[in-house]
């Protein structure tokens, strides 16, 4: 038996080819700008942590990537500074110089990025290959009416794609807050047609012919390239996860790898944001949107957990039921599963637990609960199991 789950694991932990993949998407998580024209520094700070570039500020880096480029130097804080870098060549300048300076104030080693610079949009062949390979895109768009002081640009990140439904779809990384109270009279311009499910992150996913048309994509830069010794390892472009053959073997293999913090289960990219540092999964329950690995830190154990979508509450209700059942089908001898339906409320969301489970003796917790976000009506869904749980007071 132990045999077989060791090979069951590793089977589930082969990588996905990018050539059998219909949809890549790189393990990029968006931010939002810190000021209303700082689009070009969200982007920057998105791509530099991509390629471990470290931080000039130790809080805030969009901050030390101000700071670094030498501008409102006489205001004493940066966050004051609403100064725009300008246009796609800044931004080009930016990608080139930055990581130098930052390295000469870091113990990691020197890195630096290099970028082509193109006019225009990429072609659908041309951004499948960049995902494929591993590589962001950043764009400059001008979407009608957007214009903040007096600038009618601002700059997003093109993470990833998919073309299952036969149109190429981009998931487009866009720092902008167009959510925010301040910028209501700013049309959302991802909208219609965008992922309305889940909270805004930040992160859309919009058909290719709508981003370089309605975004209206102007230049671009790509080909992006990482030298030094500290520079992630191209085999750390990966595809999503492998979802396996039935629930049973997904949950094994997940339960499995939980002593060991889910280590078996990383790979490819490290992220690190304000929730902690993460991985993509080798493996993935069915119909979930993105599985991931979360790094246990100080107050929190390590988590793998799965996320799902849904534009209402109904449309979860209805996915929620039947993913219980699919949970206590597939839980293993000596797992004692409960159905709940408790909710805890805050000012931004609703939370309600839908199932929980535990084995006596381990220290270990699988979990499936809701996330109502009250201003647009957006659900998501996380399954999750955590090990070593946390220990409260």
């Known amino acids: 038996m132990a045999a077989f789950m060791v090979w ?6 082969a990588p996905v080819g990018s050539a059998m993949a219909t949809g890549v998407t790189l393990h990029i998580p968006p931010v939002f700008q810190e000021r209303p024209s700082w689009s070009w520094a969200a982007v920057g700070e998105m791509v530099f942590k991509y390629y471990y570039v470290p931080a000039v500020h130790r809080i805030d880096y969009q901050c ?11 205001t004493p804080n940066c966050t004051d500074c609403d100064l725009p870098a300008g246009d796609a ?6 990608l080139e110089q930055y990581p130098g300076m930052a390295s000469k104030s870091s113990k990691a080693g020197p890195i630096a990025l290099t970028a082509q610079l193109k006019g225009g949009s990429l072609s659908e062949a041309e951004v499948k290959k960049e995902i494929d390979e591993g590589r962001p895109i950043i764009a400059e768009v001008a979407p009608s009416g957007f214009k903040i002081n007096g600038i009618s640009h601002h700059m997003a990140l093109i993470v990833g794609y998919n073309d299952s439904s036969g149109n190429l779809m981009l998931t487009v990384n866009d720092p902008f807050p167009f959510e925010d109270d301040r910028f209501l009279w700013i049309a959302n311009p991802y909208q219609p047609n965008m992922d309305m499910s889940g909270e805004n992150t930040g992160q859309y996913e919009i058909s290719f012919e709508r981003f370089r048309s309605k975004i209206k994509w102007k230049q671009t830069m790509y080909r992006i390239s990482c030298t030094g010794h500290d520079c992630p ?12 053959k039935d629930d049973s073997e997904a949950l ?4 499995m790898a939980s002593s060991g913090e889910f280590k078996a289960l990383r790979t490819g990219h490290k992220a690190v944001d304000g ?3 993460t991985w993509r999964s080798t493996v993935s329950f069915a119909d979930a949107k993105q599985c991931l690995v979360r790094d246990k ?32 089908k597939s839980l293993p001898n000596g797992w004692v599963g409960t159905d709940l339906n408790v909710d805890s409320d805050s000012e931004l969301y609703t939370k309600t637990d839908k199932f929980s489970a535990t084995k006596p003796g381990t220290d270990t917790a699988i979990s499936l609960y809701f996330i109502d976000v009250k201003k647009s009506g957006r659900v998501s869904m996380y399954l999750s199991v955590q090990s070593p749980l946390p220990i409260h007071p």
Do not use: P, Y
């Open 252 to 255: 094994q293999a997940v339960l």
């Open 89 to 94: 060549t800044s931004m080009f300048r930016l």
């Open 64 to 74: 030390g990537i101000v700071q670094e480029q030498k501008l409102c130097m006489g």
């Open 233 to 244: 390892s191209d085999s750390h472009q990966v595809a999503d996860g492998a979802v396996a």
């Open 297 to 328: 830190d100080d107050s929190d154990g390590a988590r793998w957990s799965c996320l799902f979508k849904f534009s209402d509450r109904s449309e979860a209700d209805n996915a929620a039921e039947d993913i219980v059942k699919r949970l206590h």
């Open 275 to 277: 929730t902690g540092t």
């Open 8 to 13: 069951l694991l590793l089977a589930l932990s």
